[in-house]
């Protein structure tokens, strides 16, 4: 069982995919999710996208520098809002950013941040990296290092990682897991060049997996068979 675990999401999480805002049955479904991992005990912290509020296409003409703070600010968005909803449901939780200074967020301090998982807050680490050209993937893995995650959960719409693009082809086979030099060596996709880097560099496990079956994500924590996991060696 996993104790300390770093969960990326796209905000398509929050609407459904290609609809934007939020929808009440996928934020009904992600507190149900979390819910059972918190009162596991596990140490978790969320890294979620803003995929439901704003999408590349939407900043056509802007510059890459000013596209990236407005989708880091949509992450700061969602953040508030999953912060909110999550305590509702009885999960306490913090926001903690380094590019915003409001009263309900936080600012990234590594002491604090082992004193919020010890008092059992989820932590959602919002701004992404804090520095544009820079994806939420990116923000994930440096995130999952500094909160010394033992395992980095990618949330997707697939069932893992596959020789081949499932969707396309009937014969496409799912590893169970895989080294990052075996991806590597066979090209998958399977984070943005950056956050594999650092992932691979400080031997940090991700696990890909269909965050939209039920009872997934605790089974992930658990250890069970559920998606593929990329490992040092």
Known sequence: MYKRVLLKLSGEVLSGESQK????????????????????????????????????????????????????????????????????????????????????VKLINYDDIDLYFDAGYVVIFAGGTSNPFFTTDTGAALRAVEMKAELLIKGTKVSGIYDKDPKVYNDAVKYSVITYDEAIEKGLKIMDTEAFSICKRYNMKILVMNFFENNNLIKAIRGDNVGTLVVPK
């Open 21 to 104: 805002g939020f929808s009440e049955d996928h934020v009904e479904y992600l507190i149900r999710e979390i819910k059972a991992v918190s009162e596991y005990g596990v140490k978790l912290g969320i890294v979620i996208g803003a995929g439901n509020l704003f999408r590349g296409r939407d900043f056509e003409g802007l510059r890459p520098t000013i596209s990236d703070q407005i989708g880091m600010l949509g992450t700061v968005i969602n953040a508030l809002y999953l912060k909110d909803r999550f305590e509702h449901a009885g999960i306490r939780t913090v926001v903690v950013s380094q590019i915003v200074s409001l009263p309900s």
